[in-house]
């Protein structure tokens, strides 16, 4: 069966930091475009960072860019997001998500509907 589990959400002041990771059992995800996503409650899920197969390329929302750190380890089968100085804005439940065609070439790809394997997610809340 396969999975992506997320973990690292919380609760964070304005200006602190948390680390996301989101692991994969089941297949490995090496081969496979990831990102991450939130939504906030009211609002539709949108996403935040993507990364390719080869951690060669990133991606960020302009809302998180400088703030927001997207890598991944091929060995582990994990992905990680680091997010620093964080604003009340960025509370949401956070989602990892993979694409399911491998080794993709060309732009990456943005829209949660090009991904076909999905966590759960974690929530962050930021306080102010």
């Known amino acids: 069966q396969v999975q992506l589990v997320e973990s690292g959400g919380g609760l964070v002041q304005a200006g602190g930091s948390l680390r996301l990771s989101c692991a994969a059992s089941?297949?490995?995800?090496?081969?496979?475009?990831m990102g991450w996503f939130r939504q906030a409650p009211g609002k539709e899920r949108e996403f935040v960072a993507i990364i390719s197969w080869n951690g060669d390329s990133t991606y960020y929302a302009t809302s998180v860019k400088g703030r927001f750190t997207i890598s991944r380890d091929n060995a582990k089968n994990t992905m990680y997001l680091q997010m620093n100085n964080l604003k009340p804005e960025d509370t949401a439940v956070y989602y990892c998500?993979?694409?399911?065609?491998?080794?993709?070439?060309?732009?990456?790809?943005?829209?949660?509907?090009?991904?076909?394997?999905w966590g759960r997610g974690t929530q962050v809340t930021v306080s102010s």
């Open positions: 089941g297949r490995t995800f090496s081969s496979n475009d």
């Open positions: 998500a993979a694409d399911r065609r491998v080794f993709r070439s060309g732009s990456l790809l943005i829209q949660p509907t090009a991904y076909d394997y």
